[in-house]
């Protein structure tokens, strides 16, 4: 039996059930300092949330296609983050960046067309282009003076990369009027502010006791929207 036919198995409704149990098991491990388990239960939520994608049939359109990999991604660099060394971090950025990139691209492919819809989105992308603009200072005015050196580059394009998909999916919320797909991306933003603050200016357990359940959540959320795709791109 092959794995699509396998995850077919599982109905969405427990496999987010199980994702949210997973991360409340890996907030309590984390407090309690076990690495093993940590590791076993952070790997489980990510599991689950690529296996909601995928029993909702995510491979049945071209935004579904995208949402799958970029969450495949995001399992990727949830195993690099893991680590705490350099050059383990530096991976999981890369890896996180190009999800963000799919991400985008999804939103893109998808909600963006029909004379109404671009009516709807240009102009939601422009505002939210401003906003990201002001933000994005903010973050970086903020969190470059804790960053090393050699992080800050890749730190900066990540944040510009992650700001861009927002904007991407401001432009689908108000295009097809999904607004699902932005508030997974909000999501998405936040929990990476919780990351760069334990890694580069505060490290702690309250970093992750609200980064994990925004960033997961983030993930349920974008899978998800999985379903409204079929038959859209």
């Known amino acids: 039996m ?9 109905a969405p409704v427990p496999l987010t059930v199980a994702c949210i ?9 984390d407090r309690l300092g076990s690495q093993v388990w940590r590791a076993a239960a952070k790997m489980a939520a990510s599991t689950f949330f690529v296996l909601i ?3 909702l049939g995510a491979h049945a359109s071209t935004y579904g296609q995208f949402i799958l990999a970029a969450l495949l991604l995001g399992w ?26 799919l991400f985008a691209a999804a939103f893109l492919s ?16 422009g505002a939210a282009g401003v906003l990201a603009a002001v933000f994005g200072t903010f973050v970086l005015r ?12 890749p730190v900066s394009a990540y944040v510009l990369v ?13 295009g097809s009027q999904r607004w699902a797909v932005l508030v997974g991306a909000l ?16 490290p702690g357990h309250v970093n992750r006791l609200w980064g994990w359940p925004s960033y997961f959540l983030a993930q349920v959320v974008l899978a998800w929207t999985v379903a409204g795709s079929h038959g859209s791109a």
């Open 21 to 29: 149990a997973s991360v409340l098991v890996l907030l309590a491990v």
């Open 53 to 55: 994608a995928v029993s």
């Open 162 to 174: 992650i700001l861009g998909m927002c904007v991407a999916a401001a432009g689908h919320a108000f």
């Open 2 to 10: 092959s794995v699509r036919m396998s995850a077919r198995m599982f």
């Open 187 to 202: 999501l998405f933003a936040l929990s990476d502010i919780s990351v760069a603050r334990d890694r580069f200016v505060r």
């Open 142 to 153: 903020w969190l470059l003076p804790h960053t090393p050196g050699d992080f800050k580059g």
């Open 76 to 101: 990727l660099g949830d195993a690099l983050l893991l680590s705490r060394a350099p050059k383990a971090f530096m991976g999981g950025l890369a890896v996180f960046l190009l999800s963000h990139v």
């Open 110 to 125: 998808g909600g963006l067309s029909g004379v109404l819809s671009g009516a709807l989105s240009v102009p939601a992308m």
